[in-house]
C-alpha cells in the first residue's frame, strides 16, 4: 500500500495475517486436545507424559510458575511433525515491565512412522495432480485441433483450382447414370454440425477434466483418506498442576480484511507510512520541523495510531499471525527496534502477537491486571528442532519483545 495514501482506499483490502477471534469457553466437558488454539485455560501437551520444564514456564522476576495465556497449534508448511506455541504472562502487579515476566515456547513433535505415511501421501497426491494436468492439457489441445478443423470441414472437398468447375471443353456433366453427389460423402452443412458437435464434446471433457477435483471426484476422497493423520491417541488431559488465568477460550480464526468505512482521522499534519514496518517512522510533520523533544512525541503517536487504525477494523481481535510476516508495532521504542532489527537478520522470523483485547478476555482485574500492549514472538526462521525426549517431544525458547502501555505520569 502507498505510503503517500495517508491510509485511504476505496474498496476492503485483505492483507495476508490471520486474526484470532474469541469462541466459546475452555471447559473441563471439552475433551482436551493439543490441535485446539485457546486463550488462557492449562496447558496441553503433544504427549501427556512430556510436559514443558517448569524452569521454562517460571517468571524470570519474581521466580513463580505463570499462567498461560496462549495455545496455538501452528503446524508449517513441507513440515512433518506437530508444532505447539505457548505464551506464559505473569500477573504479579510487582512484575510488569520486568524482563523475563512474559516468555514464549516452541514445541514439537515428531512420529517417525507418521512421516513416512505422510511423505507417500505427498508423493501420491504429486502423481494425481501431475496426471490431471496431463489430462487437462490433452483436452484442451483436443479442443484447439477441432476448432482449427472447423473451417476445412465448412468448405468440404471443394477443388482449391477456381477454374476447374467453368472449363467449357470439359466432358458433359449431366450423364443421367452418374451420380451428382457421393451418397456416403456428407454434405458441408453436416460436417460443419459435427465438426461443432466435436468441438463440444472436446470442451465438456476439457471441463470435466477441471473439476476432477469436484468434492466427489476420487481424487478428493484419496486426499480426503490421506488428510494429515491426527495424533496419536493419547489420553490428553489439561496440566492441572499448572495455575491459569480467571477465564480461558477456544479461539477460530479469519484472514484480515480492512475497510474503508473503519477508517480514524489522523492528527491534521500527519501521515502513516505503512512501510514502517521495522519500527522506523519516516514521514515528516507537514507543518515544518520543531525542537526534537516535540518530535519524538509525535513519532511515537505516529506509530501508535498506524497500531489504532489498523486494530480498529477488527477491534475483537485477540492474535494476529503471520510466519515470516511483519509485526504491528504498538510504538516506536527500543523493542520495536530491536524486533526489527532481528527480522532484518534473519535472526528471528516473526510470526505471531497477542493483542491488548486478550488482557479482558482471561481476566476481570482491570485495575491489577496486565498492561502490556503487545507481545510479539520471533521465532528460528528455519524452525530448528530442539532436542527431544523418549516420546520425540522437544522445548524451545523463543524471543519474546513486550510493548507495554505508556506509563502516565503526574
Not at 108 to 130: C, G, H, Q, S, T
Not at 146 to 166: R, T, W, Y
Request: net charge negative.
Amino acid at each position: 500500500m502507498d505510503s503517500d495514501s495517508d491510509f485511504e482506499f476505496d474498496s476492503d483490502y485483505e492483507t495476508s495475517t490471520y486474526l484470532g477471534f474469541v469462541d466459546e469457553p475452555d471447559s473441563a466437558e471439552i475433551p482436551a486436545s493439543p490441535l485446539d488454539t485457546r486463550l488462557g485455560g492449562q496447558p496441553i501437551w503433544l504427549h501427556p507424559e512430556s510436559p514443558a520444564p517448569q524452569e521454562l514456564m517460571k517468571c524470570l522476576h519474581c521466580h513463580k510458575q505463570m499462567p498461560m495465556l496462549l495455545q496455538a497449534y501452528s503446524t508449517l508448511e513441507d513440515k512433518y511433525y506437530d508444532r505447539v506455541m505457548y505464551v506464559f504472562s505473569c500477573p504479579e502487579p510487582g512484575c510488569r515491565r520486568q524482563p523475563g515476566s512474559v516468555r514464549a515456547l516452541r514445541s514439537i513433535r515428531r512420529d517417525p512412522e507418521r512421516e513416512v505415511r505422510e511423505k507417500k501421501r505427498d508423493a501420491e497426491l504429486k502423481k494425481i495432480e501431475e496426471q490431471q494436468q496431463k489430462e487437462k492439457d490433452e483436452a484442451r489441445a483436443r479442443k484447439r485441433e477441432a476448432m482449427s478443423n472447423i473451417g476445412s470441414n465448412l468448405v468440404g472437398e471443394k477443388s482449391g483450382n477456381p477454374f476447374a468447375s467453368g472449363n467449357p471443353f470439359s466432358a458433359k456433366s449431366d450423364n443421367p447414370f452418374a451420380k451428382s453427389e457421393n451418397p456416403f460423402a456428407k454434405k458441408a452443412e453436416e460436417k460443419a454440425v459435427e465438426a461443432a458437435e466435436e468441438v463440444k464434446t472436446v470442451s465438456e471433457e476439457a471441463e470435466e477434466s477441471e473439476d476432477a477435483q469436484s468434492p466427489s471426484s476420487p481424487t478428493d476422497e484419496l486426499i480426503s483418506s490421506l488428510q494429515k493423520t491426527q495424533l496419536a491417541e493419547f489420553d490428553y488431559k489439561r496440566d492441572v498442576s499448572c495455575p491459569k488465568f480467571q477465564h480461558g477460550h477456544y479461539l477460530y480464526t479469519e484472514q484480515e480484511y480492512l475497510t474503508p468505512e473503519s477508517q480514524r482521522a489522523l492528527p491534521e499534519g500527519i501521515k502513516i507510512d505503512m512501510e514502517a514496518e521495522d519500527g522506523e517512522t519516516t514521514d515528516e510533520i507537514a507543518e515544518g520541523v520543531v525542537d526534537k523533544e516535540y518530535e519524538k512525541l509525535v513519532n511515537v503517536d505516529k506509530l501508535f495510531h498506524r497500531f489504532s487504525d489498523i486494530v480498529e477494523h477488527n477491534p475483537e481481535q485477540v492474535v494476529r499471525y503471520e510466519f515470516k510476516g511483519q509485526p504491528l508495532y504498538y510504538a516506536d521504542d527500543e523493542v520495536s527496534k530491536e524486533v526489527g532489527e532481528l527480522i532484518k537478520s534473519d535472526k528471528k522470523a516473526f510470526e505471531f502477537q497477542v493483542m491488548p483485547n486478550a488482557i479482558s478476555q482471561v481476566s476481570d482485574d482491570i485495575i491489577n491486571g496486565m498492561e502490556w500492549g503487545t507481545i510479539m514472538v520471533c521465532v528460528d526462521p528455519e524452525d530448528n528442532l530442539p532436542e527431544l525426549d523418549k516420546n520425540n517431544v522437544g522445548y524451545a525458547e523463543e524471543f519474546v519483545g513486550v510493548q507495554w502501555e505508556k506509563e502516565h505520569k503526574e
